[in-house]
């Protein structure tokens, strides 16, 4: 069993910046491609990105491309999204998700657990 805990959300003005955390439990966090995900209201779940398991390489969707960054930190356990130049369309409720094996790209990702998510809104 895994448990994912996302932090970090918030109220953020237009253009500004926050910075989520998943902590997630057990031992095998390295072992896994972990990945951030949206729901906006009235709206699906949409894919952020994705990141292989050593944190080498990662995928993003073109909307957060050059804005957002997705990382890592096998030694603690926790999963980060940096995200910067916030727009109003940005506004939802991030997600963490672990990956069910290590395939990382965005078409291949597939995700068995979830965090709780954490939300974030941008408005001035």
């Known amino acids: 069993q895994v448990q994912l805990v996302e932090s970090g959300g918030g109220l953020v003005q237009p253009g500004g910046s926050l910075r989520l955390s998943c902590a997630a439990s057990?031992?095998?966090?390295?072992?896994?491609?972990m990945g951030w995900f949206r729901q906006a209201p009235g709206k699906e779940r949409e894919f952020v990105a994705t990141i292989s398991r050593s944190g080498g390489s990662t995928y993003y969707a073109d909307s957060v491309k050059g804005r957002f960054t997705i990382s890592r930190d096998n030694a603690k356990n926790t999963l980060y999204l940096q995200m910067n130049s916030l727009k109003p369309e940005d506004t939802a409720l991030y997600y963490c998700a672990k990956g069910a094996n290590s395939l990382y790209s965005a078409a291949l990702f597939k995700p068995d657990y979830w965090g709780q998510g954490t939300q974030v809104t941008v408005s001035s």
């Open positions: 057990g031992r095998t966090f390295s072992s896994y491609a």
